[in-house]
């Protein structure tokens, strides 16, 4: 079997998707892309191509090695996620050919479901109550809010107690029903960081995630020690290198990488075995689409430190076009009581609508993430 072609396709609300034809027409699909610079990926993986046209799909990890390694420049959030889903598609087609699923693969299944988590409150967080009783009435026991607004340095204790408002009124309306992380989203620096776990810690989240940039990842040792609240992050970290230092300090209790960013289903399953020989959990970061999101599950359902999966039903950011939209078996990723079970079809174990996404790519997309500013008029992260 020779690899063929390789086509991209952008497509709203903000992905872009990725489709790997061989000469047995066997095909696999996979999800590359950086959210507000799909554009930037889409290029890196036809630069990409040039490794992959006239090789065996099916030797996955040499082609892994070589699009990594080949290069005298590796890492980085581009490349890394061009590697993933040219890395995604080449599972799904060896899952075909073969006629099992990917985690068959990956030495099969070691447990039945898992479970999953649901955003909640956008980008700046309001109405969390509501939104939050909707999610336990739809059979979620986990949501994720964003903890605040742009916040400076040093900064008022008006917005720290906004921020431990929200989630206190989550625990009177639904008590501990349901459970609730904390993304700081890298927008909070690490003198309000170590204000704000401290203050959340009574209202018990389930984690406190990414509490500062991770190029600042040495402060999660100063974090630490001011709550017992478990720390999780990586969705900003792309190769088992990038982890390695985190994990070896021993600072995080819950690592996140992105099965479209950090090297597809190959790097992730190496960074996985990583965290849980340091007993770090693993919940894989998926704000994305239905690619991504199977990819996720097929890691998960190997791994044994796999507690919870990010997904993207319902998000904020999926206006006009959702998680389901572009399947066939829009049945694959069914909710039951906070839990999915696994895709149990060849490949990845999803059925990609061709025509629906060579349609929607003839409008594309151009999403960016918003650009803030604080009160000052200076560049505040988002």
């Known amino acids: 079997m020779k690899i063929t072609a390789l086509e991209t396709f952008i497509i709203p609300p903000r992905w872009c998707f990725l489709k790997i034809d061989t000469d047995e027409g066997v095909t696999g699909w996979g999800e590359p892309v950086i959210e507000g610079r799909a554009n930037t990926v889409k290029a890196a993986v036809e630069e990409l191509a040039d490794y992959l046209i006239g090789k065996d799909p099916r030797g996955i990890q040499d082609i892994w090695n070589t699009l990594y390694r080949s290069g005298f420049y590796r890492g980085g959030p581009i490349l890394m996620s061009a590697i993933a889903g040219i890395d995604q598609a080449l599972w799904d087609i060896k899952g075909k050919w073969l006629n099992v699923p990917v985690y068959e693969m990956l030495g099969g299944l070691c447990r039945d479901k898992i479970r999953v988590y649901s955003w909640i409150g956008g980008d700046r967080p309001d109405d969390v109550v509501n939104e939050v009783k909707k999610q336990r009435e739809a059979g979620f026991t986990a949501v994720k809010m964003n903890a605040s607004d742009e916040l400076q340095y040093i900064d008022s204790y008006k917005k720290v107690d906004a921020v431990v408002d929200r989630l206190a009124a989550i625990r009177d309306a639904v008590k501990d029903d349901i459970e609730v992380g904390i993304d700081f989203h890298g927008r909070v620096h690490k003198p309000m960081a ?35 609240t478990p720390i999780a992050t990586g969705e900003r970290m792309y190769s088992r290198w990038d982890f390695k230092e985190v994990l070896q300090k021993g600072h995080v209790d819950i690592i996140q990488p992105d099965l479209s960013h950090a090297g597809g289903i190959t790097e992730c399953c190496k960074i996985a075995s990583m965290a849980e020989a340091y007993d770090v ?9 239905p690619i991504a999101l199977a990819s996720c599950l097929h890691v998960d359902a190997v791994s044994h430190n796999a507690f919870i999966q990010e997904q993207s039903l319902g998000i904020h950011y999926n206006v006009g076009n959702d998680i389901y939209d572009y399947l066939i078996n829009k049945s694959v990723f069914s909710y039951e009581n906070g839990f999915v079970e696994f895709p149990k079809g060849p490949g990845l174990g999803i059925e990609i609508d061709e025509d629906k996404v060579r349609k929607a790519a003839e409008a594309g997309h151009k999403w960016k993430n918003p650009v803030w500013r604080h009160d000052d008029g200076s560049i505040a992260e988002w």
């Open 194 to 228: 170590k204000i704000l776990v401290k203050a959340l810690e009574p209202y018990r989240p389930m984690f406190i995630e990414e509490p500062v940039l991770p190029e600042n990842n040495e402060a999660l040792a100063e974090i630490a020690a001011h709550t017992s």
């Open 281 to 289: 959990a693993l919940a894989p970061h998926c704000p994305l689409g």
